[in-house]
């Protein structure tokens, strides 16, 4: 099994999110996550969940990390409650970590067995939504972390004022194949499977 998480920060603050909203509209950004979630199974924080338009995403398995055990899911054959966290670390195929901070926190924060062996770090270098109200979301932990217990491995990709990174965490095998898969769906060349 392999651990991915999949983020995209503002520049400078590592801000994610304002209150409820990402706080920038950037269509590839977008696709660039669908890409490379397209089949595979994710986990997501409530909060995230009910982000994701009418709280599902095609083709993929979503695990709700949440603890109230009566949440409900709007798709009981694709998504699924999980109220611990260390359920994940026997999971048996890949799974992407698709937020929000808390999740990210929790993940890169745990248990060696539940850290990310790679993360897809994309930074949008534009303005935020001046007009959002709410609290500033940040994953700056996440990042420090990042820094120090993984290296980066790809190219800087460059799209529509987000540069896209992918990193692997220090002395750990990395399946060679779901890195391709990663890599080809970040330089939009079609879903991989």
């Known amino acids: 099994m392999t651990k991915v998480a999949v983020w995209c920060r503002h520049q400078n603050d590592n801000i994610?999110?304002?209150?409820?909203?990402?706080?920038w509209h950037i269509s590839s950004d977008f696709k660039r996550f669908r890409r490379i979630t397209e089949g595979q199974?994710?986990?997501?924080?409530?909060?995230?969940?009910?982000?994701?338009?009418?709280?599902t995403l095609p083709n993929r398995k979503i695990y709700v990390l949440t603890l109230n055990k009566n949440y409900e899911v709007s798709d009981k054959e694709n998504h699924f409650v999980v109220s611990d966290i260390n359920n994940?670390?026997?999971?048996?195929?890949?799974?992407?970590?698709?937020?929000?901070?808390?999740?990210?926190?929790?993940?890169?924060?745990?248990?060696?067995?539940?850290?990310?062996?790679?993360?897809?770090?994309?930074?949008?270098?534009?303005?935020?939504?001046?007009?959002?109200?709410?609290?500033?979301?940040?994953?700056?932990?996440?990042?420090?972390?990042?820094?120090?217990?993984?290296?980066?491995?790809?190219?800087?990709?460059?799209e529509d004022n987000i540069t896209t990174t992918v990193w692997v965490k220090k002395g750990d095998f990395v399946e060679q194949s779901v890195l391709k898969r990663i890599i080809l769906a970040i330089e939009n060349k079609g879903a991989v499977r």
């Open 16 to 23: 994610i999110g304002i209150g409820p909203h990402i706080p």
């Open 88 to 158: 994940f670390q026997e999971f048996e195929q890949d799974l992407y970590i698709s937020g929000g901070a808390t999740i990210y926190k929790l993940f890169m924060n745990k248990h060696e067995k539940l850290m990310p062996d790679i993360v897809v770090d994309s930074m949008y270098k534009g303005e935020i939504n001046p007009d959002l109200k709410g609290d500033k979301i940040d994953i700056s932990e996440c990042i420090e972390i990042m820094s120090k217990k993984y290296f980066k491995i790809s190219s800087d990709y460059e």
């Open 41 to 55: 199974n994710i986990v997501a924080g409530e909060k995230t969940y009910e982000s994701f338009p009418n709280r």
